[in-house]
C-alpha cells in the first residue's frame, strides 16, 4: 500500500478547513432521524422490565390493544422466527422468556401518538417471577452464583475468544465458574522472584463504574417496508453496514432486503456501533404497514443503553529502590452486563507493555451481570486500564521519590520493543508526547505554582500518558471526475467526527485540486462500497487511505487520457490549476474539465474517470496522549476546580488541524467527566438509581477551563500522508492526570472512580493517604 | 406524557372554582419544571393539569410594605431583583442556584415549596426569615409559617381545593444579613446535596435572633435549633460559630442515597452552617 | 380530547395552531409547525438541546406546555439570523472556529448565547462559560464555542447592536 509523503503545492492536507456542514447545523435545518416526519408515522414505545432478573410467566396485551390510536402490541410470541436463545443483544429484541436486565424490552407497542402508546404500556399486564440476581461481578463470578447467560449461547462457553488485532493466549476456565464469558491469560518470566527481589511493592486495586457515552441524541430509529417487501431503515448508526448485517441476521432475511441509511448521527462515541433498537421497530413497521419511529428518550438510554463496562483492577508491581521494574501482576475484571461484548486484550497490552515488565502475569476476565450490556466507549478500557496503570506508576515514583517524567521515560518502550504477545510495538510517538509535556511550563513550573494557593484551597500539578492501538477494517471508496474538472467521492463512513472535510483534503492533496473543488457523499449500504464502523479512531486510517488510493487512481486515469490526447508520455505531465499539462510547455495542455466532459459524451470514446480502492489493513497505527491538569481542591467539600488542562497527542499527520483539535478537547471533556463525575450508579437488585441528566452528572461548561491542545506528528509508515486515527488517545489520560494532581494537592491516593467531591472531603477528613 | 385536560384560568377565583371541582385529580402547573418530569416518568398521572401562567396576581414582587413574593415569581425574577438586596440576599442567592439559566426563567418560588423535595434550593431561606405562606381556598385565605409548610417529602398543607398565592417575609431587622450555600458536585443544572441558609439579626455586637435553615438533610427543610439557641444572645465570634456548626449536625437525619451518604452530608452541614454563619456574620456587621 | 388554539409569534410571525392539550412547546414547534431545529435531548430540562427563546428569555421548551404561550413571542435557532440567507454573527463564528461536531447541541447553545450577548454585550471568559452552562455538549469540550462567542461578542459591539 502506498503512503505519500508529499502533497502537491495545492490546498489540501494540513490546512485548517472549516467543516461544509456548519452552515447547516448553525440554522438548525441538519436532519437527524426525530425530524423526519414521514406520512402515516406511528410512534413506537417499548415496554421495559422492571426486575434485573425474572421469569416472565405471562403477558396480557388484550387491554392495551384496545386501547383507540394504539395499531399493534407485541410480545416475543407474536416475533416466532426470533431466535429462542438470544446469542447477542440485538438479538434480544424482546425478551422471550426472561429478562436478563433491569429495563430489557418485553412488549412493544406501535401507536398514532407517543401519548398513547405510554398509555397503551400502562395497559399491559405482565407476571414476572423474581429471580435472585448476579450484580457485584466478583460476585458473579463464583461458583454458584445466579447464570446470567442462556445455557447453549456463545457467551456461555468458558473459552470464547477475547476479540481485537492483538492475539492473546487462552486460559483453562475455573471449575464450575459461571458468568466468566471470556478469559486469558498472559505470562512473562517468573514474576515471583521478582517480586521476591523486589526493594517496593505496592498493590493497590482499581475500580472504574459503568459509564454512559453520553451522546446528545438518544437512539433513534425510523423503518418502513415497501410492497416488495424492502426495509428501510433511518439510523443513528456508527456503521450502516454493520446494522444491516445484525438486522438481516436478526430478522432472518437476506441484506439485499435491508437498506439502512445512515442519517446525521448526533453522537456515538462507540454506543452506536451496534444495533439496538432497529429491529423491533422494523418489526412494528411491518405488522403495521405504517413507517413507524422509535426515539430512545433519557432515561431509557441510561437504563438500557449500551454503556462502558466496569473495570476493576487489582494491580501489584515489584520495583527495586533505583526504580528498576521487576515484576507486575494483574487482575482485571471487566463486568459487561447481561451479553458479552468487552475488549479484554486492550487492557493486557497497555499494563503489560506500555511500560517494559521484564515478568509479568497478567490476568483478564469479563463475567456477565445483569445490567445492562455493553458496547463500546472510545478507547474501550484503556481509559480505565491506564487509571490503574499511571496513579500506579506516578506512586511508585513518589515512594522512592524519584521524578516522575524521568521514571516514567526510562521504562517507556519504543517501537520495535515486545507487546504482551510478543508482537513489535509500533511506529509510534509516546517518547515525544510524553517529553513534549514535561517541556510545558505547567510542568517545568509546578511547585512554584502549587506552593501559590490561596485562601484555604490546595493546589496540585499531575500529568498522565496513555494511548490507543488504533483499529483496522477493509473499506472502499470511490472518486469520480465530474464534467466540470471538479471531484466526486463517494465512501460509507458515517461522518461522527469531521472526517469528511479531512477526506475531501486527503483526495484534493492526492489528486492534485484545491480542497474546495472536492465534495464527499457519504452513501448508504445500497449505494456505498462497503464501509466499517466510524470507531476505532481508524476512519482517516484506513477510509483515508482508501480515498488516497481511489484519488491516485483517478488521477492515473486522468494522466493516461491527458497523454494520450497529447500525444505525450504520462511522466511528462504535470496537474496545475486544474489543467494538465506537458512540463514545461504550459499551452499544451487540456483542463479537467475537457476531460471529465469527454468521459460522458455520446458517442465518445474517452472512458469516465472512476477512482475505485477496496483495501484492507494489517498494521496497526497506535496513537498516544498526554495530558497535564492543573488543579485546586477545596479540602473542605473536596470540590475540585480545573484551572488549566493541557493535551499533548501525536496524530502522525494533522491532515485538518481544527478538527483534530476538537477531536483532542472533546475527548478530554469525556475524560475528565468519567475522572470526576460519571457514573452508572446501579443498587443491589441492579436498579439504575440515577437514570436522568439530572444525577448522571456531565460536566457543563462552567466547570471547565480552556483546554490547550498541542499537536505532535510521528508520521505512521502507512497512514495516509502519515496519519494516525485521531478520536480515541485523547479521552485515555485524564483520570490518571486528576488523581495525580489531587494526590499532589491533598496527599491522598484514590483508587475509585469518579473522584467525586465526596470521596475527596472523607479521604481529606480521614487522613488517608 | 399522558393525556390530560389542560384548564387555563385567569384570576385565583377561577382557578379555586376549577380545584374545587376537580382537584384530586388535578395538578397545578406553573413553571413546570418539577411537575413535567415527574409526569414524563410516570410518577404522576393528573387527568387535569392546570395552568397558573395566566394569573397575574401571583406573579409580583413587591417591597413597598413589607417584602411579598407572588407564588408564580420565577427563580430568574428573584435571582435580578433590586427587592432582594440587603437582608433578604439569601432567597436571591438560593434562587440563582436552581438548575440553569432556562430552568430558572421558568421554575417558580411557588413551585419549589409545593413540589417540596427535601432538596428544595428556595426553602432554607424562606425558613430561616421565616416567610408566611399566604394559601388561597374555598373559605378564603390563610397563612402558615415556612417552618410548618412541610409535611413531609413532597408533602405541604395544602389541601388538593387550595393554592399558594403568594409568601410574606417579614422585615428582619435592621443589623441583619444572611447566606444561602449548597454543594453540588457541578457548578450548574445540579441539585442540593446540602443546602444551609443562616439569617442572623444583631444588636450592639450580640446575636439577637439566629435561624439556621438545612436541606437535603430530612423528609423536609429543618431548622438547626440547638446550634440556633447556642448563637442568640452572644457575640458571635469564631469559636461561636464553629460550635453552632457542629450543634447543626443535630438537627440533620440524612440518608444513603446516590447523591451522598450520611457522613458526606453531616460533615457538609458543618462545612457549609461555618461558612454561612461567617459571611451572615459580616453581612449582618456591614 | 380535543385540540386546543395556540395563538402567539414565533420568529416574527403570528401563527395560529392546533395543539393537544398535553403537547410541550418543544413537541409543538417541531411537529404541529414543522420548526425541527429545537431538539429534545433530556425531556427533563438538564440539557439545554430544547432551548429557544420566549419573551426573549432562554427557557427548556421540554418542560413548557404548549398552550402556556398563548399571545406571547417565541424564537427558535430557525429564527436567529436576520434574513433567509444571512448568518447571525454567532453563527458565522461558530462556523469558522470549527464549533459544530455532530451538531446536536448546536441549535440551544446558540439560543443561549445569543441571550447572553443581548444581556451582556462584552462577556468575560466565566461570563460565556455560566452564559452557556445550561447547555450540554458531549463532542467539542466547549473551548471552541467560548472562543467564538467571544469574537461574535467583539463583531457585535463593533457594528453597534446585539441582532
Not at chain 1, 507 to 520: F, N, Q
Not at chain 1, 544 to 557: F, M, N
Request: charged content about 20%; hydrophobic content about 45%.
Amino acid at each position: 500500500m502506498s503512503t505519500m509523503k508529499t502533497t502537491r503545492d495545492v490546498k489540501g492536507v494540513g490546512v485548517s478547513i472549516p467543516r461544509p456542514d456548519g452552515p447547516e447545523k448553525v440554522t438548525g435545518r441538519v436532519q437527524y432521524v426525530a425530524d423526519i416526519q414521514p406520512k402515516g408515522l406511528l410512534h413506537a414505545k417499548l415496554l421495559r422490565s422492571p426486575h434485573a432478573h425474572a421469569k416472565i410467566v405471562s403477558i396480557d396485551t388484550s387491554a392495551a390493544k384496545a386501547l383507540p390510536g394504539v395499531r399493534a402490541v407485541l410480545t416475543a410470541k407474536d416475533i416466532p422466527h426470533l431466535k429462542k436463545k438470544a446469542p447477542t443483544r440485538a438479538h434480544a429484541v424482546l425478551a422471550i422468556d426472561r429478562a436478563v436486565f433491569m429495563g430489557q424490552p418485553v412488549a412493544a407497542v406501535a401507536a398514532d401518538e407517543l401519548a398513547i402508546a405510554e398509555e397503551a404500556l400502562d395497559l399491559i399486564q405482565v407476571e414476572y417471577q423474581v429471580l435472585p440476581a448476579a450484580i457485584d461481578p466478583l460476585k458473579a463470578m463464583q461458583p454458584g452464583a445466579p447464570p446470567v447467560a442462556d445455557a447453549g449461547t456463545e457467551a456461555d462457553t468458558s473459552e470464547a475468544l477475547a476479540h481485537s488485532a492483538v492475539a492473546i493466549a487462552k486460559s483453562e476456565a475455573p471449575a464450575k465458574a459461571v458468568n466468566i464469558s471470556q478469559q486469558a491469560r498472559l505470562q512473562r518470566g517468573d514474576p515471583a522472584k521478582g517480586f521476591a527481589e523486589s526493594d517496593h511493592v505496592l498493590e493497590k486495586t482499581y475500580r472504574v463504574p459503568m459509564v454512559h457515552q453520553g451522546y446528545l441524541e438518544p437512539h433513534a430509529v425510523l423503518a418502513e417496508w415497501d410492497r416488495n417487501g424492502l426495509l428501510t431503515i433511518w439510523a443513528s448508526t456508527q456503521g450502516s453496514f454493520n446494522t444491516r448485517s445484525e438486522v438481516a441476521d436478526v430478522l432472518g432475511i437476506p441484506e439485499n432486503q435491508i437498506r439502512v441509511i445512515p442519517v446525521e448521527c448526533g453522537g456515538g462515541f462507540g454506543g452506536k456501533i451496534r444495533a439496538l433498537c432497529e429491529p423491533i421497530t422494523a418489526v412494528l413497521a411491518q405488522v403495521t404497514k405504517r413507517p413507524v419511529r422509535y426515539v430512545m428518550t433519557r432515561r431509557e438510554e441510561l437504563q438500557a443503553g449500551m454503556p462502558a463496562p466496569q473495570v476493576i483492577i487489582k494491580l501489584k508491581t515489584g520495583v527495586k529502590r533505583d526504580g528498576t521494574l521487576m515484576a507486575i501482576d494483574a487482575e482485571t475484571v471487566i463486568d459487561s452486563g447481561a451479553f458479552s461484548g468487552a475488549v479484554l486484550a486492550v487492557s493486557a497490552v497497555f499494563l503489560g507493555s506500555m511500560y517494559k515488565w521484564p515478568s509479568f502475569d497478567i490476568r483478564g476476565f469479563e463475567v456477565l451481570t445483569h445490567k445492562p450490556s455493553v458496547a463500546a466507549y472510545r478507547a474501550p478500557v484503556a481509559p480505565q486500564t491506564i487509571f490503574a496503570l499511571e496513579s500506579h506508576m506516578e506512586q511508585i515514583a513518589r515512594d522512592l521519590g524519584l521524578d516522575a517524567v524521568e521514571f516514567r521515560r526510562r521504562h517507556l518502550i519504543k517501537p520495535g520493543d515486545p507487546m504482551v504477545n510478543g508482537q513489535p510495538w509500533q511506529s509510534n510517538g509516546a517518547h515525544e508526547v510524553l517529553s513534549r509535556i514535561a517541556e510545558h511550563p505547567h510542568w517545568k513550573t509546578r511547585k512554584q505554582w502549587v506552593a501559590a494557593g490561596q485562601n484555604g484551597k490546595r493546589r496540585g500539578v499531575g500529568l498522565a500518558l496513555g494511548g490507543w492501538l488504533g483499529g483496522l477494517q477493509p473499506t472502499g471508496a470511490t472518486v469520480r471526475l465530474n464534467p466540470d474538472g471538479s471531484l466526486a467521492v463517494l465512501t460509507g463512513q458515517v461522518d461522527i467526527a469531521g472526517t469528511n472535510i479531512s477526506l475531501a483534503q486527503i483526495a484534493a492533496s492526492a489528486y492534485g485540486v484545491d480542497t474546495d473543488l472536492v465534495r464527499i457523499t457519504t452513501g448508504d449500504t445500497d449505494t456505498a462500497p462497503v464501509t466499517g464502523l466510524s470507531a476505532g479512531s481508524k476512519t482517516i486510517y484506513t477510509v483515508g487511505a482508501a480515498v488516497l488510493q481511489a484519488a491516485e487512481d483517478a488521477r492515473r486515469q486522468t494522466f493516461e487520457i491527458a497523454a494520450a490526447e497529447l500525444e505525450a508520455s504520462v511522466h511528462d505531465l504535470e496537474l496545475v490549476d486544474g489543467k494538465v499539462t506537458v512540463r514545461g510547455m504550459p499551452d499544451k495542455g487540456i483542463t479537467l474539465a475537457t476531460i471529465g466532459k469527454k468521459g460522458n459524451l455520446y458517442m465518445s470514446k474517452t472512458p469516465p474517470v472512476l477512482g475505485k480502492a477496496n483495501p484492507a489493513f494489517s498494521q496497526q497505527a497506535p496513537g498516544f496522549a498526554a495530558q497535564l491538569a492543573r488543579l485546586d481542591v477545596d479540602p473542605d467539600t473536596g470540590e475540585v476546580t480545573i484551572h488549566d488542562f493541557v493535551i499533548v497527542q501525536d496524530v502522525g499527520k494533522a491532515i485538518n488541524p481544527l478538527g483534530v483539535e476538537g477531536q483532542m478537547q472533546g475527548g478530554a471533556v469525556q475524560s475528565l467527566g468519567i475522572a470526576l463525575t460519571e457514573a452508572l450508579m446501579f443498587d443491589d437488585s441492579g436498579r439504575l438509581t440515577n437514570p436522568s441528566l439530572l444525577d448522571y452528572r456531565k460536566l457543563t461548561a462552567a466547570d471547565l477551563p480552556n483546554l490547550e491542545t498541542i499537536i505532535v506528528e510521528v508520521p505512521s509508515p502507512a497512514g495516509p500522508f502519515g496519519a494516525r486515527g485521531v478520536g480515541e488517545p485523547p479521552i485515555v489520560p485524564a483520570p490518571a492526570a486528576i488523581a495525580n494532581a489531587v494526590h499532589d494537592a491533598v496527599g491522598a491516593r484514590i483508587t475509585e472512580l469518579p473522584l467525586s467531591p465526596e470521596r475527596i472531603a472523607l479521604a481529606v477528613a480521614n487522613g488517608d493517604k | 406524557m399522558r393525556r390530560f385536560d389542560l384548564v387555563l384560568p385567569n384570576t385565583v377565583e377561577d382557578c379555586l372554582k376549577i380545584l374545587a371541582e376537580r382537584g384530586a385529580q388535578a395538578k397545578l402547573v406553573a413553571g413546570g419544571t418539577d411537575l413535567l418530569p415527574q409526569m414524563k416518568n410516570g410518577v404522576l398521572k393528573p387527568a387535569v393539569v392546570v395552568d397558573l401562567s395566566g394569573i397575574a396576581r401571583v406573579r409580583q414582587v413587591d417591597n413597598g410594605n413589607g417584602l411579598r413574593i407572588g407564588a408564580a415569581v420565577t427563580a430568574r425574577e428573584l435571582e435580578v431583583s433590586p427587592a432582594l438586596r440587603g437582608a433578604y440576599a439569601a432567597i436571591a442567592e438560593s434562587a440563582a442556584l436552581v438548575g440553569s439559566l432556562q430552568v430558572r426563567n421558568l421554575a417558580t418560588v411557588g413551585g419549589n415549596l409545593c413540589n417540596a423535595a427535601p432538596s428544595a434550593d428556595m426553602a432554607p431561606p424562606l425558613v430561616a426569615l421565616e416567610a408566611l405562606a399566604v394559601i388561597a381556598g374555598p373559605k378564603g385565605e390563610r397563612r402558615v409559617p415556612m417552618a410548618d409548610f412541610f409535611t413531609g417529602v413532597r408533602q405541604t398543607v395544602l389541601a388538593p381545593n387550595e393554592l399558594l398565592v403568594e409568601l410574606i417575609v417579614p422585615p428582619p431587622g435592621p443589623r441583619s444579613g444572611g447566606q444561602y450555600l449548597r454543594h453540588t458536585p457541578r457548578r450548574e443544572l445540579d441539585i442540593a446535596v446540602v443546602g444551609v441558609a443562616s439569617q442572623l439579626t444583631m444588636t450592639d455586637g450580640r446575636c439577637t435572633t439566629a435561624r439556621i435553615a438545612l436541606a437535603s438533610v430530612a423528609p423536609t427543610p429543618v431548622r438547626a435549633t440547638a446550634a440556633e439557641r447556642a448563637l442568640e444572645g452572644q457575640a458571635v465570634t469564631p469559636e461561636a460559630i464553629e460550635r453552632a456548626a457542629t450543634l447543626a449536625i443535630e438537627a440533620a437525619r440524612p440518608i444513603n442515597d446516590q447523591r451522598g451518604s450520611i457522613e458526606f452530608r453531616k460533615h457538609l452541614v458543618r462545612v457549609l452552617t461555618r461558612r454561612t454563619l461567617t459571611t451572615a456574620l459580616a453581612r449582618a456587621s456591614a | 380530547m380535543p385540540k386546543q388554539l395556540l395563538s402567539c409569534t414565533i420568529n416574527d410571525q403570528p401563527v395560529e395552531v392546533l395543539v393537544q392539550p398535553y403537547t410541550t412547546l418543544l413537541d409543538a414547534l417541531r411537529e404541529d409547525v414543522g420548526l425541527t431545529g429545537p431538539k429534545e435531548g433530556c425531556g427533563t430540562g438538564d440539557c439545554g438541546a430544547c432551548t429557544v427563546h420566549v419573551d426573549g428569555r432562554v427557557v427548556a421548551s421540554c418542560l413548557m406546555l404548549a398552550m402556556q404561550v398563548r399571545g406571547r413571542k417565541v424564537r427558535t435557532i430557525e429564527g436567529l439570523a436576520a434574513a433567509d440567507t444571512t448568518l447571525h454573527p454567532l453563527q458565522d463564528a461558530f462556523v469558522r472556529q470549527g464549533v459544530p461536531q455532530c451538531g446536536f447541541c448546536i441549535p440551544g447553545v446558540l439560543m443561549a448565547a445569543a441571550a447572553l450577548l443581548e444581556q451582556t454585550p462584552r462577556p468575560s471568559e466565566e461570563e460565556i462559560r455560566y452564559g452557556i452552562a445550561g447547555n450540554l455538549c458531549r463532542c467539542t469540550g466547549y473551548t471552541k464555542m467560548v472562543a467564538a462567542i467571544s469574537e461574535a461578542a467583539e463583531t457585535l459591539a463593533a457594528k453597534g447592536s446585539a441582532r
